[in-house]
């Protein structure tokens, strides 16, 4: 089985800014943004009579990108969609970082688009995102992850939706999400035993910052990796929170610094300061210290 350990992402994903291709002028302001990814969404946030159009913009987008390393994923219209051939056609030609499904319900909408792109010679590096917003994908979390990584190894993110989910379960708005914490848990479960990034769901607050930050604080204590945002006021705070703390990293670099030590190397525990601390916190802080130097990277090439 492949753990988080053997596959964490090589991208920090700690914004992730959601566009409407519709939005022309939000587009061309991309390269000012300082998100770590960017989803240019063709399906809910675009009007029926503005499908093509959005993907006219995607097509210019592409054509004339400017925004360096980012990672840039099209959100396409779902299966039974009159939209979803022409999509599927876009992200052959445009050649998207990711494409990103939505409405994901079982392991076969994941395998499909695998084959879909196999067939038509698509590069590896063109990967693809599941949007986690149905019930049935709740439910068949841990078989989605897995059908992902063991059929051609595409799937490489799976994101929360909860704007869907509420309403297909009727869960009532709550600032603590409290009936949503089961949902979003087994999302980072399945995620985190087959080795793929997890986004927490967007938060509908983007004037009144407070409940945007409570969500990610809430998301980063249960293990996400980001939260995928519907606003750039979003992106300043998604980025501080999403970031391992001065204190973490602190704490880190100690462990390396212990085990790295003479006669420590192979050592299964060792005492620092009065704590026991076993290989597996040395195994965390390398991975941790590996994601600073990751964002760091990118601060600096923005």
């Known amino acids: 089985m492949v753990t988080f350990s053997d596959m964490h992402p090589a991208r920090p994903r700690r914004s992730v800014l959601c566009l409407p291709a519709s939005n022309p002028r939000a587009i061309a302001k991309l390269t000012s943004l300082e998100a770590d990814a960017v ?19 995607i097509r210019d987008y592409f054509s004339n990108r400017q925004d360096g390393d980012r990672e840039v994923i099209v959100r396409i219209n779902d299966a039974a969609s009159p939209h979803y051939r022409a999509d599927c056609e876009l992200i ?90 089961p949902y979003l848990m087994q999302v980072v479960l399945a995620g985190r035993a087959f080795g793929l990034t997890v986004i927490d769901s967007v938060s509908n607050e983007f004037r009144d910052l407070g409940p945007f930050e409570a969500e990610c604080l ?29 204190r973490e990293i602190a704490e880190a670099e100690l462990i390396v610094a212990a085990f790295s030590q003479p006669g420590n190397e192979k050592s299964n525990a060792i005492n620092i300061n009065g704590s ?5 916190h040395f195994e965390q802080a390398l991975r941790l210290l590996a994601r600073v130097r990751q964002i760091n990277k990118g601060m600096k090439s923005e």
């Open 39 to 57: 989803i240019l969404d063709l399906e809910d946030a675009v009007a029926e009579d503005m499908k093509e159009e959005g993907r006219r913009n």
């Open 218 to 246: 809430q998301g980063r204590a249960m293990g996400f990796d980001g939260k995928m945002l519907i606003h750039p006021a979003q992106i300043a705070g998604a980025n501080q929170h999403f970031r391992p703390s001065d």
């Open 92 to 181: 052959l030609e445009v050649r998207p970082d990711a494409v990103l499904l939505p409405k994901v319900r079982a392991r076969d909408d994941i395998l499909d688009m695998a084959s879909y792109l196999a067939e038509n010679d698509a590069p590896e590096t063109l990967r693809i995102w599941a949007m986690m917003e149905t019930p049935l994908a709740i439910l068949n979390a841990g078989s989605i992850a897995e059908a992902g990584r063991t059929s051609g190894g595409r799937l490489d993110c799976l994101v929360v939706g909860l704007n869907d989910l509420r309403k297909d379960t009727g869960v009532l708005p709550d600032p603590a999400r409290t009936y949503l914490i």
């Open 276 to 280: 026991m601390v076993e290989r597996l």
